[in-house]
């Protein structure tokens, strides 16, 4: 395959159909006789039993295109001599597929490219090679646009008020991103002595009736699991770098690091039969001066993980660059630059009090290169664009 890893726009309709394109290599030390040779792409959704309401391993077919690359006309046998042979395919995949689902001790939703050669009186040849297919939120695909914070806050019980931020409420998968806390208690007399930060991915199943359960009146079945992606508990908590008090209010922040591997953490799915939910929760518990315990504060946040190009490469390998994912404030006053979209295509800002430089200029590495084939479809300034100077209206 020219790619195993394919990732798609999440706004792409079925107009827009992608593909995949590779070629089959085949060696004949002999000559054979062959009906066909084929490669197909085969989606399959595979339930394996739970010993609870899934009884039995269930498995569909959710897609499946072929291309023949060879063939007789007549729809015959025909001999192919020995030798080395090479076959190029390209094979559309559907505007809107399930997603490749796989992680731990699952693999729900699975793509094969299977290269077939069927013959009338011998058994086929089949060999096959997995592809997967994800998409991509909007935030990846236009680099311009940002996303704004997760909050979430609140007032406790015993009245202490607390507020609880992370960067973004789509995560790249495997990434690094950081959590911002804050608390505040209405008396001196109580202390934050523990605080657990723990990522939880929960599994829906739900499938329609066999027959035999049919049978009983059941329409449909359903199954559950969960299991901690990532856990922290810090206590006493401390004041620290990370930490400020100031006797009745606390400021936090900590980084929650996800698994970098399938085997251990999967991405976030909605379909109609499955569900796999990402949250982030927050528990924090205050006791006064002689240890007893005040409050407890339990909070969640949902959050979804997705599959990137920046961390999965085009032969699905998890690469070895780690994604930190944070809150980025702005720049000080003096340090403020044009937005690249008031920038002409033809200029570049090198830096504060450095002025500009044309492109032809200077070498470009990978990002800066992306950035101005962007700058080459942005509108210019209001001068460039109207040859005089902006209106100036007085109040």
Request: with cysteine; charged share 20%; hydrophobic share 35%.
């Amino acid at each position: 395959l020219d790619k195993s890893c394919i990732f798609l726009s999440a706004s792409q309709t079925a107009g827009d159909m992608a593909s995949t394109a590779g070629s089959f290599c085949l060696s004949l030390p002999e000559a054979i006789w062959v009906k066909t040779i084929k490669v197909r792409l085969v989606g399959r959704l595979k339930i394996k039993r739970n010993n609870d309401m899934i009884t039995e391993n269930r498995e569909l077919i959710t897609y499946k295109e072929e291309q023949e690359l060879a063939s007789s006309k007549i729809h015959a046998s025909f001999h192919i001599p020995a030798g080395n042979y090479e076959f190029l395919f390209d094979i559309p995949i559907p505007g809107d597929p399930f997603e490749t689902s796989v992680g731990p001790n699952h693999a729900y939703h699975t793509y094969q490219i299977e290269a077939i050669i069927e013959r009338r009186v011998w058994k086929d040849i089949v060999v096959s090679q997995a592809l997967s297919i994800y998409r991509l939120p909007d935030i990846e695909l236009c680099p311009l646009s940002t996303e704004s914070p997760l909050t979430t806050g609140g007032q406790s019980a015993q009245s202490i008020e607390y507020c609880i931020s992370i960067p973004s409420p789509t995560i790249p998968f495997g990434s690094i991103f950081s959590v911002d806390m804050e608390f505040q208690a209405p008396c001196k007399d109580v202390n934050l002595s523990a605080l657990t930060l723990e990522v939880v991915e929960s599994h829906h199943i739900r499938l329609n009736a066999t027959a035999a359960q049919a049978a009983l009146n059941i329409l449909s079945i359903s199954a559950s699991r969960t299991h901690s992606l990532f856990k922290e508990t810090r206590s006493p908590v401390g004041e620290s770098g990370s930490v400020s008090c100031t006797g009745t209010e606390w400021a936090l922040s900590s980084r929650v690091a996800l698994p970098r591997s399938v085997s251990l953490c999967s991405q976030s799915v909605r379909t109609k039969m499955i569900a796999i939910e990402h949250a982030l929760e927050v528990r924090a518990e205050f006791r006064d001066r002689k240890g007893r315990l005040f409050d407890t504060i339990v909070a969640s946040i949902p959050l979804s993980i997705y599959m990137t190009p920046r961390v999965i490469g085009p032969d699905g390998s998890i690469c070895e660059k780690v994604l930190e994912y944070g809150t980025c404030p702005p720049p000080p006053y003096e340090r403020h630059t044009s937005h690249v979209r008031l920038l002409d295509a033809s200029e570049v800002t090198d830096g504060p009090g450095q002025g500009t430089m044309p492109i032809a200029g200077r070498r470009l590495d990978g990002q800066e290169l992306h950035r101005f084939q962007l700058l080459e479809l942005a509108a210019p300034c209001y001068e460039l664009a109207t040859g005089c100077d902006p209106p100036v209206y007085t109040l």
